[in-house]
């Protein structure tokens, strides 16, 4: 769960065809150079805990630190079509995680690889792109240059993903068209989250959470009559189990508070490649809260 598998100086790869959940080999493609290839694998929910804070945390975190061990100025990232695992969502986390990569100064300019069968790995390159993946990269060159201009953090980025649960317009909104319309909003928010807005994401935590099961309880025998012990011997037990349970229930899930990257400006994803100024810190900068070094490997 916390590791980072980077493999360098790849001179042959396997190409590959989804068919359900296998892969099915096709044959041996030969790189036009030898390829530095990190994997790194996502969380994947079908409910909306991938936007809790411990879910960003932890795919960011690993991330950030799969593009520092790349060492590379320019990055191409993908995603495999897997259950739980949504598009703009993924790469709106690569984003975050290529901003935080390069505040020690690298220039790193990232690039997004669409394919057909939606499987990146060892694909042929194509000349062109169809209608349906000229109309996705628009889409996610536009939404990240919008960001880029309006000098959006990685902590106001975090932010944005941890409220979609309770800011989307209804249940069938997709992340997309909720990212879309929170960039449509008028400066100085420019979208980012109010002060209400951030205080409710942090609140409401717990609820994209399923509830704690709670443990069997022990079946209390009926008192008996002419014992005069035995009722307060099952009013005993059923206080000890409600215990019990009170102390298995699971605790608040991820807080919001502390940031180690919060003043990062987010890069644009093929257009800006200097380093930008840190924003001074507020309270919307104070979103991101776990250290990355715990997925080096």
Excluded at 111 to 126: C, N, P, R, W
Aim: charged share 25%.
């Amino acid at each position: 769960d916390n590791e980072v598998f980077l493999v360098r100086s790849v001179s042959r790869s396997s190409r590959c065809v989804a068919e359900g959940p296998l892969l099915k080999f096709v044959e041996e493609s030969t790189p036009r150079a030898n390829l530095d290839v990190v994997a790194v694998d996502i969380s994947r929910h079908l409910d909306d805990r991938r936007s809790a804070v411990e879910t960003i945390q932890r795919d960011v975190g690993k991330l950030s630190v799969a593009f520092k061990q790349l060492g590379a100025n320019t990055i191409a990232v993908t995603h495999p079509p897997l259950l739980g695992v949504d598009k703009h969502l993924a790469f709106a986390m690569q984003l975050m995680g290529a901003s935080r990569a390069a505040t020690d100064g690298t220039d790193l300019v990232l690039h997004y690889a669409l394919s057909d069968d939606g499987y990146a790995t060892g694909s042929e390159i194509k000349g062109e792109l169809n209608a349906a993946q000229q109309k996705e990269a628009k889409h996610l060159e536009a939404l990240s240059a919008r960001m880029h201009k309006t000098g959006w953090t990685v902590a106001e980025a975090f932010g944005l993903i941890a409220y979609y649960p309770f800011g989307r317009s209804s249940e069938n909104e997709r992340f997309h068209a909720y990212w879309t319309r929170r960039l449509r909003d008028k400066p100085p928010l420019s979208g980012r989250l109010t002060a209400h807005e951030l205080a409710s994401a942090t609140e409401r935590q717990s609820e994209l959470f399923p509830p704690p099961t709670p443990p069997p309880t022990a079946a209390l025998d009926p008192p008996d009559p002419h014992d005069p012990t035995s009722t307060d011997t099952n009013a005993s037990a059923a206080t000890d189990a409600a215990a019990t349970n009170a102390g298995d229930a699971k605790p608040q899930a991820g807080t919001l508070d502390g940031a180690n990257a919060a003043g990062t400006r987010l890069r644009s994803r093929s257009q800006h490649r200097g380093r930008s100024p840190a924003k001074d810190a507020d309270r919307r900068d104070d979103w991101y809260s776990k250290d990355a070094s715990k997925y080096s490997r």
